[in-house]
């Protein structure tokens, strides 16, 4: 297996320490310790001495990661372990020993183009989508995970932006982003061939708004460390969302509502933005934080390990209404798809669950 110097650097050093175990939002849900960074680098590096065969056990183990970088953000030496799990992802696959559970959603890229298969049927969402189907300045770029359970949510971002006068296209036949596929197989071939085509769909616009924050982090970070550049301006859906409050294009007058913002990690640690949808929810009601936010958030949702590890990622979001709640919140709001599913299937009574745009709309 190929590993990279770095990749084995890094696991060789990342084998010693239990300071980032308290972080994992796995191993916060499964309470097993070979859910640890630490734990699978002592594995892995072994492995990439050649003491030992990756087994099914090993790429497992592998896969039961987020990639969600917490242990990365918590480190104190300044290691990164999502270097070693995600490119042990690639050697996995370019083996040959692809978990079983891993292979339906490989097989469904090849068929559909989309790691889930067939879009989600929604009228509300395709009449919407239609509205805006002709060439402009602006792409509003959905993303796989809301296209494939969250058009309801889509909506109400369209909704939102045609109440600000905004002038955008949404596609029909809109490219993945290579997100997905990045994050089972690695730096992979056909990873970065969809990274690219849809760079090349961006191009051709001069702004691109990425609803959902995975989106974002790939295009904005993900791709361009790969050397996949793109001419459009990239920005999140938080920030444009800031952008059009500040110019006064959304008028938002405050409510009584104390938001709960539930940060995704791909936004924070990602593209390094906090403030973003903190303006947003400010400027609606009052923020009722919870204490583990911005670069330390955890994580509250995977649509892709869902497909795999349901009762795990059902705990994660289940262990965030508790964070949240101990806070003396009740409203979560959410800019990510992945975990608004997440906490829609957990939430408990009592409790409201938004979208920052429908948080929005209701202050207009």
Excluded at 24 to 29: A, H, R, T
Excluded at 149 to 175: H, M, R, S, Y
Excluded at 308 to 325: H, I, L, N, Q, S
Excluded at 347 to 361: H, M, Q, W
Aim: with cysteine; aromatic share 6%; charged share 25%.
């Amino acid at each position: 297996m190929q590993f990279s110097s770095k990749c084995r650097e890094t696991a060789d050093a990342c084998r010693f320490c239990w300071m980032c175990r308290h972080i994992c939002p796995i191993g916060n849900v499964t309470g097993q310790e070979r859910n640890t960074a630490r734990a699978r680098a002592l594995s892995l590096s072994v492995v990439m001495r050649g003491a030992a065969e990756l087994d099914k056990d090993i790429a497992d183990n592998v896969y039961e990661c987020a990639l969600c970088g917490a242990c990365t953000e918590d480190c104190a030496t300044g290691w990164d372990p999502v270097i070693f799990a995600r490119e042990s992802r690639r050697e996995i696959v370019l083996a040959g020993r692809t978990p079983a559970y891993i292979m339906p959603m490989l097989e469904r890229f090849g068929e559909s183009g989309s790691i889930y298969g067939a879009e989600e049927e929604n009228d509300a969402f395709a009449a919407a989508a239609a509205r805006h189907a002709a060439k402009t300045d602006i792409l509003l770029y959905i993303g796989e995970d809301a296209r494939h359970g969250a058009k309801k949510n889509a909506v109400k971002a369209i909704e939102l932006l045609e109440k600000a006068g905004v002038d955008f296209t949404v596609l029909c036949d809109e490219p993945v982003s290579g997100r997905t596929l990045y994050f089972l197989c690695g730096d992979v071939k056909e990873a970065r061939d969809a990274m690219e085509a849809a760079a090349n769909t961006y191009g051709e616009y001069k702004k691109v708004v990425f609803y959902d924050a995975g989106d974002a982090k790939t295009a904005m970070q993900e791709a361009k460390e790969l050397g996949i550049d793109c001419a459009a301006a990239l920005v999140s859906f938080p920030a444009y969302i800031a952008e059009l409050i500040d110019t006064k294009a959304l008028k938002v007058n405050k409510g009584d509502k104390k938001y709960t913002f539930q940060d995704p990690a791909a936004l924070t640690r990602g593209i390094e933005d906090t403030v973003s949808p903190r303006k947003v929810l400010s400027a609606c009601g009052e923020l009722c934080d919870m204490l583990l936010i911005g670069k330390a958030t955890v994580l509250a949702g995977q649509k892709i390990m869902a497909e795999y590890m349901p009762e795990t990622v059902k705990g994660m979001a289940a262990k965030r209404w508790v964070d949240c709640k101990n806070m003396g919140g009740s409203v979560m709001v959410t800019a990510d798809s992945a975990e608004y599913l997440a906490l829609e299937a957990t939430k408990p009574d009592g409790c409201e669950l938004l979208t920052i745009e429908e948080a929005v709309l209701q202050c207009l």
